[in-house]
């Protein structure tokens, strides 16, 4: 896309990868092998009966986070997740978050995790909840948390992150331009909740040395890419793996991931993100 814009990808891409999803996570059923110790993050971005690729149905997140619960696992947001790598506390917990701040995750996810007493983060695009940027993939927008909304959650199950201003592929812009969307997002977003900003989120997970090196230097203490794995004491603050549970994922696929047989990249990702974004 021109001028850094990120667009979601061709139609058939979302069930082909559904296919290989569950058949990945087929194979995870018959050996339910561990892990390993640490911390894995999810990522959501809507929670929403529409039909969006981005949007999980309100049923389905429900139903995921009583099985999180069931598991003795507590969902936790991701800087709590950092300061519990650092301690070398891992057990029992899983970190979680939400990009873009869609008005339907404080719609149908916060009644969720209040009740299970679990905390998220959500990665906020300050220019777009501002109403000065747009995400380009929408016709027609979903409705964003309002900058009163956000205030107002803050601290309780949703803490709010910095995540660029305009939510441009960071790989794309000049030097300038890639500074100016890290360091302006946290500006404003501490201006705006009256407190520091420390987790960023490279929109897409597109990032390279160049990035880190701007987030650093903006003096955030954690970042998430969009790379799936398992975090642990050694593992770069400001490259935090996350794994993103899709709107076609089953029951099966959500098992399979939270229990770490989806961590390494599906084969071809790396090819295929390299063509499209450039990463």
């Not at 998430?224 to 794994?243: H, W």
Request: net charge neutral; aromatic share 8%; charged share 25%.
């Amino acid at each position: 896309m021109p001028g850094g814009q990120l667009a979601l990808g061709p139609r058939w891409l979302y069930p082909a990868k559904a296919a290989a999803t569950t058949a990945r996570s087929a194979r995870w059923l018959l050996r339910r092998g561990s892990g390993g110790e640490g911390i894995r993050i999810l990522f959501y971005h809507r929670v929403s009966p529409d039909r969006d690729e981005l949007g999980l149905a309100p049923e389905k997140f429900a139903a995921q986070m009583e099985r999180l619960a069931a598991l003795g696992l507590r969902a936790v947001d991701v800087n709590e997740a950092a300061r519990a790598l650092d301690a070398g506390i891992t057990a029992g917990l899983i970190g979680l978050s939400f990009d873009d701040g869609y008005q339907d995750v404080a719609d149908h996810a916060l009644p969720v995790l209040d009740r299970l007493g679990f905390t998220a983060t959500v990665f906020i695009a300050t220019g777009v909840t501002g109403g000065r940027a747009h995400f380009t993939w929408y016709e027609q927008q979903p409705p964003l948390m309002s900058w009163d909304t956000i205030r107002a959650l803050d601290g309780g199950p949703l803490r709010f992150e910095a995540h660029t201003v305009t939510h441009p592929n960071l790989l794309q812009l000049s030097d300038e331009d890639a500074r100016r969307e890290i360091t302006d997002s946290k500006a404003e977003l501490e201006q705006q909740l009256g407190r520091r900003v420390d987790a960023f989120c490279y929109p897409a997970g597109l990032f390279g040395a160049r990035e880190r090196a701007y987030v650093e230097e903006a003096g955030f203490a954690n970042a998430v890419s969009c790379e799936p794995g398992i975090n642990t004491a050694a593992t770069d603050r400001l490259a935090l793996l996350r794994r993103q549970i899709d709107r076609r994922d089953t029951m099966l696929d959500f098992r399979a991931k939270v229990a770490g047989a989806h961590d390494t990249p599906p084969a071809l990702r790396g090819i295929y993100r390299r063509l499209r974004y450039g990463a």
